[in-house]
């Protein structure tokens, strides 16, 4: 039966209930759209939209919700790449997010277990990039996207997915004693806003795919063509434009689910609903290994028995969820995170 934790405005009580498994559990968190409120709407609205369309036989419809839907992303990209100034929701989205890999980055370099290795792994159903930009701001946190950027010639790099849980070591030239560099593994099952397609190779291209014009929009050919340029896979109906694409999803879901077959294996999940039913069907089949954790980050109260609803046969499932009245947002998550933080530190 699924655990539930009320928890107060005291972090550091949360903090004692989180520690535990961050401490000595090969640490993965699952982030879905809910993270990147304020500056994206959550991809449950664009999902029901669909989803309806669909049923009523207006397919084209749909992919020009779609359009509209990867247009918004885009123009996030952009601002994040070429505005020097944020507007405010971005700014908000950004600040999370730099901050959640900052106190991920923090937590694998103090916690005191050497036999895990210093990594983390980050599965994200985004398209946006956020994760990415902050990433690239903060030069001392080391990001794994699975390209292989061995060669600086280029900003098309390779889809290069054996390098995902490579390990990193410094090591001192006075005592030639290695220590392992914190890792973070981005893994995007659902693609992101860069990801193209070069001949049979999956690449991580620098430059967005231009939006349409209006016209272009009234046209079923151009709407194809767009979202057939994007390495996406679309909300809720599994839509693939070509082989290569169902492959690349179905190999980072395995990857999803060999992390959770690891021992001693701990997910947080925060801003993901777990309608995808691939996603909850690996899950659930995860848990079976009786040393896997799954912790569930509740954005309101209501959300709480939604979650229990879904993993009601599960015992190794706990949901961490606000008073009513009240929320978890990405602060509030990071937050509790950071209370984690002296835990480890003094543990």
């Known amino acids: 039966m699924v655990r539930s934790h009320i928890i107060s405005n005291d972090d550091e009580e949360t903090a004692k209930i989180l520690a535990p498994y961050i401490q000595s559990g090969n640490l993965n968190f699952l982030i879905g759209s809910g993270a990147s409120l304020p500056a994206i709407k959550t991809a449950g609205d664009i999902e029901k939209k669909l989803d309806k369309l669909i049923k009523d036989g207006k397919a084209k419809e749909a992919d020009r919700e779609m359009v509209g839907f990867i247009e918004a992303i885009g123009e996030t990209y952009k601002q994040l790449k070429d505005d020097p100034i944020y507007s405010d929701d971005l700014d908000e989205a950004f600040n999370n997010y730099s901050n959640f ?9 103090f916690r005191k277990n050497e036999i895990l290795p210093r990594q983390a792994t980050i ?21 794994n996207d699975g390209f292989d950027r061995s060669s600086g010639q280029s900003e098309n790099f390779a889809f290069a997915p054996e390098k995902y849980f490579d390990r990193t070591y410094r090591a001192s030239s006075l005592y030639a004693r290695r220590v392992e560099i914190p890792t973070i593994n981005l893994i995007k099952p659902h693609g992101s806003l860069n990801w193209t397609k070069r001949g049979s190779d999956l690449i991580y291209n620098a430059s967005a795919v231009q939006p349409l014009t209006p016209a272009e929009k009234a046209d079923p050919v151009k709407v194809s063509e767009y979202l057939s340029k994007h390495f996406l896979i679309m909300p809720n109906f599994r839509k693939f434009h070509e082989t290569l694409m169902e492959r690349v999803y179905y190999d980072l879901l395995r990857l999803f689910s060999k992390s959770m077959e690891q021992e001693n294996v701990a997910l947080m999940a925060f801003g ?10 690996i899950t659930k089949r995860s848990l079976r290994n009786p040393t896997s954790q799954l912790i569930i980050f509740a954005y309101s109260h209501d959300d709480i028995a939604l979650y229990q609803a879904k993993f009601a046969k599960h015992r190794n499932v706990s949901v961490i969820g606000p008073p009513a009245g009240t929320n978890i947002n990405f602060l509030r998550l990071n937050n509790i995170l950071s209370a984690v933080l002296p835990e480890i530190k003094n543990g």
């Open 272 to 281: 993901f609903s777990f309608s995808d039913e691939h996603i909850l069907d």
């Open 101 to 109: 890999i900052s106190i991920v980055d923090q937590i694998l370099f």
């Open 123 to 143: 599965f994200s159903t985004n398209y946006d990039m956020f994760i990415e930009f902050a990433a690239s701001k903060s030069p001392s946190i080391s990001i």
